[in-house]
């Protein structure tokens, strides 16, 4: 009896500090124990990452250097290839990574053991939800900076060593935190929210769902589209006499418009985030979704 009147106490205790307030020395002692249990997994990813990022780019660099000591050229081609196709082929590689990632946010939820392990962690909710969420999104960026350097310091090294320094160049810097260099910086803008909005959306199907969860949200987002594009070229006959009167309206109202596009994506973001929070509250130990 006192062992269970124990038990209880000590359940509602966490249960209590799961809803408590924020605190940073516990965030911090829950990035310790993330840390420590899971480094290895970390590492992985983030090696992952780099690989894909790496391996493509430095063959292309082996290649054209292999070319340019055969037919011994004195171009400066070399810049203009390979160095200009990975200022594109990098980030297009953290664009299509990051959701994938995003999709294994709650992977400590993905087994009954490490459930139970995440669940009676001393700390709120709010604290190892924003750790998740930080090293999810902060992390990922951080290993595309960093494998954004090395790479351009390997293969800089490469050409120096195997050709000559002459014709080694830096990566050109201008694409690496853009996705489009265009003069239209408000549609630059809604394509990066666009994207964190669509990555958003696997941290929500991470928290529905925590197996095989990536795959569904892909299923998903192509059934989407696939019914929007129905429904939209069904409703185009409808729609074809409002057309001319809708890009007038575009241009007069120009910028209500922009702010409108914009504030819609952030609004997905938000509630993504928000909807992923509220159900990472209410994980329990046995759970459905997780069959």
Same mark, same amino acid.
């Given at each position: 009896?006192?062992?269970?009147?124990?038990?209880?106490?000590?359940?509602?205790?966490?249960?209590?500090?799961?809803?408590?307030?924020? #605190?940073?020395?516990? @965030?911090?002692?829950?990035?310790?124990?993330? @840390?420590?249990?899971?480094?290895?997994?970390?590492?992985?990813?983030?090696?992952?990452?780099?690989?894909? *990022?790496?391996?493509?780019?430095?063959?292309? %660099?082996?290649?054209?250097?292999?070319?340019?000591?055969?037919?011994?050229?004195?171009?400066?081609?070399? &810049?203009?290839?390979?160095?200009?196709? *990975?200022?594109?082929?990098?980030?297009?590689?953290?664009?299509?990574? =990051?959701?994938?990632?995003?999709?294994?946010?709650?992977?400590?939820?993905? &087994?009954?053991?490490?459930?139970?392990?995440?669940?009676? =962690?001393?700390?709120?909710?709010?604290?190892? @939800?924003?750790?998740?969420?930080?090293?999810?999104?902060?992390?990922?960026?951080?290993?595309?900076?960093?494998?954004?350097?090395?790479?351009?310091?390997?293969?800089?090294? +490469? %050409?120096?060593?195997?050709?000559?320094?002459?014709?080694?160049?830096?990566?050109? +810097?201008?694409?690496?935190?853009?996705?489009?260099?265009?003069?239209?910086?408000?549609?630059?803008?809604?394509?990066? =929210?666009?994207?964190?909005?669509? #990555? #958003?959306?696997?941290?929500?199907?991470?928290?529905?769902?925590?197996?095989?969860?990536?795959?569904?949200? +892909? %299923?998903?987002?192509?059934?989407?589209? @696939?019914?929007?594009?129905?429904?939209?070229?069904?409703?185009?006959?409808?729609?074809?006499?409002?057309?001319?009167?809708?890009?007038?309206?575009?241009?007069?109202?120009?910028?209500?418009?922009? %702010?409108?596009?914009?504030?819609?994506?952030?609004?997905?973001?938000?509630?993504?985030?928000?909807? #992923?929070?509220? =159900?990472?509250?209410?994980?329990?130990?046995?759970?459905?979704?997780?069959?």
């Amino acid at each position: 009896m006192k062992l269970f009147k124990l038990s209880a106490g000590a359940f509602q205790a966490t249960e209590t500090l799961r809803k408590s307030s924020f #605190s940073f020395n516990r @965030f911090l002692n829950v990035a310790r124990w993330n @840390f420590a249990i899971n480094r290895a997994q970390y590492l992985k990813m983030a090696l992952s990452l780099f690989l894909v *990022m790496a391996i493509p780019f430095l063959t292309q %660099v082996m290649k054209t250097v292999w070319v340019m000591g055969v037919t011994r050229s004195t171009e400066m081609a070399f &810049t203009v290839a390979p160095l200009r196709s *990975m200022q594109e082929y990098i980030p297009m590689c953290f664009v299509v990574a =990051l959701p994938i990632i995003c999709g294994y946010m709650f992977h400590n939820l993905l &087994t009954k053991q490490s459930r139970i392990k995440e669940l009676t =962690l001393p700390a709120s909710n709010t604290e190892k @939800f924003l750790f998740h969420g930080l090293l999810t999104v902060g992390g990922s960026f951080l290993v595309y900076l960093v494998g954004y350097f090395v790479i351009d310091i390997l293969q800089y090294l +490469y %050409v120096g060593i195997v050709y000559d320094f002459a014709h080694a160049e830096w990566i050109p +810097y201008a694409g690496l935190f853009t996705l489009d260099n265009t003069e239209h910086k408000w549609l630059q803008a809604a394509v990066i =929210l666009a994207w964190l909005a669509f #990555s #958003s959306t696997f941290v929500l199907g991470n928290a529905l769902k925590y197996r095989h969860n990536v795959i569904w949200t +892909y %299923v998903f987002h192509m059934t989407f589209s @696939f019914v929007s594009m129905l429904l939209f070229g069904m409703s185009m006959p409808l729609l074809a006499n409002h057309l001319d009167r809708f890009f007038v309206d575009f241009e007069i109202n120009e910028i209500g418009a922009k %702010v409108g596009i914009i504030a819609f994506f952030a609004l997905v973001i938000v509630v993504c985030w928000k909807l #992923s929070y509220l =159900l990472y509250c209410r994980a329990q130990i046995t759970s459905k979704r997780n069959k």
